[in-house]
């Protein structure tokens, strides 16, 4: 399988060649004067049907960086709707700045552009992205979801993130423990926004033994209040002696750097791409022991909830329902790997590759 790469690891060096070397289809730049827009629109792949993904606001370190963030978030899109099961494409965008740019004009302009697509990407919320932010792009085209459900949307999705990420990480405990009872395990989660706080929650509930980190420490402070976790400081994570491992923040977490030092049984979190190379570094928790719950697989609750949404007359408890088939496909990844005596990550790509692959073959892209 080929390595994910970063900009300047491309062999021509080139944004073509990185998308190339990703296999995406399209790749948008989209600029604002007036507003200070700057953002970028990736579409990986459209077999299963138009692409969906969230729009993230970070403060990048610059332009190629997110570059290689909405190229790897949009890939990642397309293996979760089709180890998912849903008949939606990947895709994704990122803006670059802070969320104190957001104003109505910013919003609306950023619309018109997803508007211009005619229909080849759906957006959502995603980092710094609120339902209020969704309805200002509304405005301006329906290819949006996440609208508040007070207007038939499906409002937040990080709930329903989280609780998917809590039915992955019980199936991993039940393969590497022998029962999926999370009760006094220690678990880690990094990062303290709305869907690692929502997983706090389902933790505390099962009696598990919860601490809590993030880089924002007002954010990580107001977390732990609310929630009852333990707040540990960022620098210690990765020796910090703990049974499970849950990255809940940006991605790239498991690396060189850290997979070395980690005392974890199982990694199972909601942040997207956390392997920063991903076939290398698949290998290397494998080759620790460290159980891997693809996160692609596991975070799937809050697409599937936005698609629940694009298919029209949503309602909260039938995206629940269908999330929670999130355990029964962990369970079966978890199982081929086993059997195969492969990383878990390179069997989750590959049943998602053949979904994709066995639809091509009935239907054009979108």
């Not at 790897?72 to 089709?82: C, Q």
């Not at 290998?283 to 799937?300: E, M, Q, S, V």
């Not at 936005?306 to 355990?327: D, F, H, S």
Request: with cysteine; proline share 4%.
């Amino acid at each position: 399988m080929s390595e994910i790469k970063t900009i300047e690891q491309v062999k021509d060096g080139s944004v073509y060649g990185q998308i190339m070397q990703m296999g995406h289809e399209q790749l948008v730049f989209c600029h604002d004067e007036p507003t200070g827009l700057k953002a970028l629109i990736a579409i990986h792949n459209t077999v299963l049907g138009p692409a969906l993904g969230g729009t993230r606001l970070w403060h990048y370190s610059d332009e190629a960086a997110a570059v290689t963030d909405v190229l790897r978030l949009s890939r990642g899109m397309t293996f979760k709707a089709a180890i998912s099961g849903l008949n939606i494409g990947g895709g994704k965008a990122v803006i670059i700045g802070n969320p104190k740019m957001k104003t109505e004009a910013f919003l609306r302009r950023f619309g018109r552009f997803i508007h211009s697509l005619g229909g080849r990407y759906i957006t959502a919320e995603d980092v710094n992205f609120t339902t209020s932010d969704i309805e200002y792009i509304a405005m301006e085209t329906p290819f949006v979801t996440g609208k508040p459900e007070i207007k038939g949307g499906g409002g937040d999705p990080s709930p329903v993130t989280a609780y998917g990420t809590y039915l992955g990480m019980k199936a991993a405990a039940k393969f590497a423990y022998g029962k999926d009872s999370l009760q006094g395990k220690r678990i880690l989660v990094q990062g303290a926004g709305q869907v690692g706080t929502h997983l706090v929650s389902h933790l505390n509930r099962e009696g598990a033994v919860v601490f809590l980190t993030d880089i924002f420490e007002d954010k990580l402070l107001s977390a732990a209040k609310t929630t009852g976790a333990q707040v540990i400081q960022p620098s210690d994570v990765y020796e910090f002696p703990m049974d499970i491992y849950a990255p809940c923040a940006l991605g790239a977490t498991l690396n060189d750097q850290t997979i070395p030092h980690l005392t974890c049984d199982i990694v199972a979190g909601a942040a997207n791409n956390q392997l920063e190379e991903e076939g290398r570094h698949g290998h290397l928790l494998k080759d620790r022991g460290i159980l891997y719950a693809p996160d692609f697989l596991i975070n799937a609750g809050g697409l599937i909830n936005v698609y629940t949404e694009y298919l029209g007359n949503y309602k909260r408890e039938i995206a629940m329902k269908q999330t929670e088939a999130i355990y029964d496909t962990t369970t079966s990844v978890l199982l081929e790997a086993q059997e195969k005596a492969l990383p878990i990550q390179d069997v989750a790509n590959e049943i998602a590759r053949k979904r994709i692959d066995q639809i091509a073959g009935v239907k054009l892209s979108y």
